[in-house]
């Protein structure tokens, strides 16, 4: 009984492939594949969803990696071009060695405790001098428990440690 579904199915898939157009209807597209997001292709202005969320965004107090410093934070800056495209410009440096963490791109979408970040975040020589991880996708940076700041939501995305990026409000 449970086999007898298959054929069935199959005979209905034929049936609807082969069905001829409606007249005066147009024939369907031919399907495409859709287009991957790149950081480097302008895709229309950030998405605000929430405005209390970009305003904290927009006036952060800074950018940390647990492997260099909680207490010292680096710059992160947010600009919004004419366009209605905010970009984030995120770095902080070891105060005594050669670490360093950086966020780089356009904000794609802000919501009440989250952002989307179509970018580049690479970490270099932290925690061990000679670790270098970067990589350009769209990154999620979320608000859990209260936190006061937004935290990468991507931990081991590189080579299986833990990395904690943060950006406070």
């Known amino acids: ?17 082969a069905s001829p157009p409606v007249e005066g209807t147009p024939p369907p597209p031919a399907a495409s594949p859709a287009p991957e997001a790149s950081a480097s292709e302008p895709a229309g202005p950030t998405r605000i969803l929430n405005q209390d ?17 909680w207490d010292r934070r ?3 800056r947010v600009t919004v071009g004419p366009d209605g495209v905010w970009r984030l ?13 950086s966020v ?9 405790d989250y952002f989307l970040l179509d970018g580049r975040v690479t970490i270099s020589d932290t925690p061990d001098v000679g670790r270098q991880c970067s990589d350009d996708r769209v990154w999620r940076f979320g608000v859990t428990q209260g936190r ?22």
């Not at 009984?1 to 492939?17: E, G, I, R, V």
Request: hydrophobic content about 45%.
């Open 1 to 17: 009984m449970k086999h007898a579904a298959f054929p069935l199915a199959l005979a209905l898939a034929a049936c609807t492939a």
């Open 53 to 69: 969320a970009a305003y904290r965004l927009r006036n952060n107090s800074g950018v940390t990696l647990q492997w260099i410093d």
């Open 74 to 76: 680096g710059d992160a």
């Open 89 to 101: 410009s995120a770095a902080q440096s070891a105060p005594d060695g050669p670490g360093r963490v």
């Open 104 to 112: 780089e791109g356009r904000v794609t979408e802000i919501g009440a």
């Open 148 to 169: 006061k700041y937004w935290r990468l939501r991507e931990f081991e995305w590189c080579d299986s440690l833990t990395d904690y990026v943060d950006i406070y409000f």
